[in-house]
């Protein structure tokens, strides 16, 4: 059965650090999404895209977060200096079209900020 | 305001009994869909079963259905025969509307425990 794939599944890192989350979506899905859970809080939105651009954002995906689909594979999050609170577990996701009824999710990078 | 509410945060259920997990949710659109994820202690996250809010049919995959009761805004998801497998966090989501870019609206979840 078709996945999403993530990489690293545990990255530990020092605050200040800048962080390359990856992601290699179903092949052929055309939406892609970041979700975040912080432990023991629920799961929140990030960000989607689509054709190569940001479609929706949210509050928390600030200046110091981008996405990239660098290769037309991989779909990567980009954590440019992390803060403590960015220790997370940080779900990639991906959707035939925007219209589907599935949302299928990667395994989860977590996130450990020192 | 957009909200998912998940009022059981944990529940213990003996092996092969039935459990049904509550959600409510509130929204004043009238086009909406509703998922059900489980999580693993392991993680990940696994899409269950889903039901839109023009759906007439109660959803069904396998053991689990999604109870869905329109005017009560609820969407409870019932496990038939649980198994010790079933034992994980589960999570309801609802989008809004659902043509719209994939932004999902967490509950809190609810932490399912299968005892043998």
């Known amino acids: 059965e078709p996945e999403v794939t993530q990489t690293p599944s545990h990255q530990v890192t020092q605050m200040g650090q800048e962080v390359i989350l990856r992601c290699v979506p179903i092949?052929?899905?055309?939406?892609f999404y970041w979700y975040r859970q912080i432990l023991g809080q629920k799961v929140e939105f990030l960000v989607s895209?689509?054709?190569?651009?940001?479609?929706?954002k949210s509050e928390i995906f600030d200046d110091q977060f981008s996405v990239e689909r660098p290769d037309g594979s991989n779909f990567t999050l980009k954590i440019r200096s992390t803060k403590l609170e960015d220790s997370a577990m940080y779900f990639c996701?991906?959707?035939?079209?925007?219209?589907?009824?599935?949302?299928?999710f990667g395994a989860g990078s977590r996130l450990t900020v020192l | 305001a957009q909200k998912i509410t998940q009022t059981q945060p944990g529940m213990f259920v003996q092996e092969k009994e039935a459990v049904t997990l509550d959600c409510t949710y509130d929204?004043?659109?009238?086009?909406?869909?509703l998922f059900w994820y489980k999580q693993p202690s392991s993680g990940e996250m696994i899409f269950l079963i889903y039901?839109?809010?023009?759906d007439e049919q109660n959803a069904t995959e396998g053991r689990y259905s999604l109870n869905f009761q329109k005017a009560r805004k609820s969407a409870n998801l019932v496990i038939s025969a649980s198994q010790l497998g079933d034992s994980a966090m589960y999570f309801c989501?609802?989008?809004?509307?659902?043509?719209?870019?994939?932004?999902?609206?967490w509950g809190a979840g609810t932490k399912l425990i299968i005892k043998p």
């Open positions: 996701a991906s959707s035939l079209d925007s219209g589907a009824n599935v949302l299928t």
């Open positions: 092949s052929n899905h055309l939406y």
């Open positions: 895209f689509y054709n190569n651009e940001i479609s929706e």
């Open positions: 929204t004043s659109d009238q086009s909406y869909g």
């Open positions: 039901q839109g809010s023009y």
């Open positions: 989501a609802m989008r809004v509307p659902p043509d719209s870019n994939y932004q999902l609206i």
